[in-house]
């Protein structure tokens, strides 16, 4: 049986980023030959569509977010935390549906990133909404470093 892999849609070659473009992972073809991909965009999920005004965070990253400390806002200064709330929910709902066994989250992205994401108008050490949503299920999440 093929291990299950849940991946930002963008990174699976989907033109689902902020400016309608994909951010391919290097490694696809060889990760889809043994396993099946699970493409999700919680972005897209949480109700934004695509092309949309790129975000950051406000107060700190999505953990503060969750917490109710933070916000994510988009370049127009538009709040769009409620989105980002809802698409991370979902993708934990997919990811209760599924069950994958590894999860590849974008670095960077205010949904996906582990390790470091735009706060306050500068990348900084911190993490994305849904990835810090989907941090509490135990499941290995690795980070993608891309372009």
Known sequence: MKQRIL??????????????SSDLFPGLTDLSKQN???????????????????????????????????????????????????????????????????????EGSPSCGLHRVDMDGERQQGCGVTAAVLERTGIPIVSVETT
């Open 7 to 20: 991946m930002s849609a963008c990174l699976a070659g989907l033109q689902t980023r902020y400016d309608g």
């Open 36 to 106: 099946l991909i699970i493409p999700v965009c919680p972005e897209i999920l949480g109700g934004l569509g695509i092309p949309r005004s790129p975000c950051r965070f406000s107060g700190g990253d999505g953990k503060k977010v969750l917490e109710g400390r933070a916000r994510v806002i988009d370049r127009d200064g538009i709040d769009r935390t409620s989105a980002f709330v809802k698409g991370a929910k979902e993708t934990l709902r997919v990811v209760e549906m599924v069950s994958p066994q590894i999860i590849y989250f974008r």
